[in-house]
């Protein structure tokens, strides 16, 4: 578990931390997620308008598409000051899975091609499902 931001990203300190939210949800978060690991991945706690919330991040990421290094962070888990030690553990675990998942979808192809790729768009999603039909066995 680390507080420390990547490179160039804005993050309060853990004293600014620790006199926004009450000592003792923060506190607890702080050390029990501090048991937690997924090397070589970052479970990172910050606090975000006036909510803590945990991300996996990846500071020595290499791109997928470009081979380029490319830090990343998953998507931000809201905590609540009220969560049990077992809630925030599991909380860190779905958010590992998630990101585990995220990078599978970016990495299998099929046909030499990502179809599952996460960052394809909505929208655009919504375009081709308008003109492809579904895949279906025939009933039997």
């Known amino acids: 578990m680390t507080t420390t931001p990547m490179p160039g990203w804005a993050a309060l300190t853990l004293k600014a931390l620790d ?11 702080r050390t029990v997620l501090a048991a937690v690991a ?3 991945w970052v479970i990172a706690l910050r606090y ?4 803590p919330y ?15 290094p490319a ?8 905590l609540s ?3 049990t030690e077992t809630e925030l553990v599991k ?3 779905k958010a590992v899975l998630a990101a585990v998942e995220h990078e599978a979808l970016e990495r299998f192809t099929y046909k030499g091609v ?9 929208d655009d999603l919504v375009e081709l499902r308008a003109v492809c039909p579904l895949d279906a066995r025939a009933p039997q």
């Open 19 to 29: 006199d926004k939210v009450a000592a003792g949800p923060w506190s607890m978060m």
């Open 38 to 40: 997924f090397p070589p």
């Open 48 to 51: 975000d308008d006036g909510r």
């Open 54 to 68: 945990l991300q996996v991040q990846d500071p020595n990421a290499v791109c997928n598409a470009t081979g380029k």
């Open 71 to 78: 830090p990343w962070s998953g998507r931000k888990w809201f």
């Open 81 to 83: 000051l009220h969560m």
């Open 91 to 93: 909380t860190a675990l």
């Open 114 to 122: 990502t179809v599952f790729d996460p960052h394809i768009r909505v």
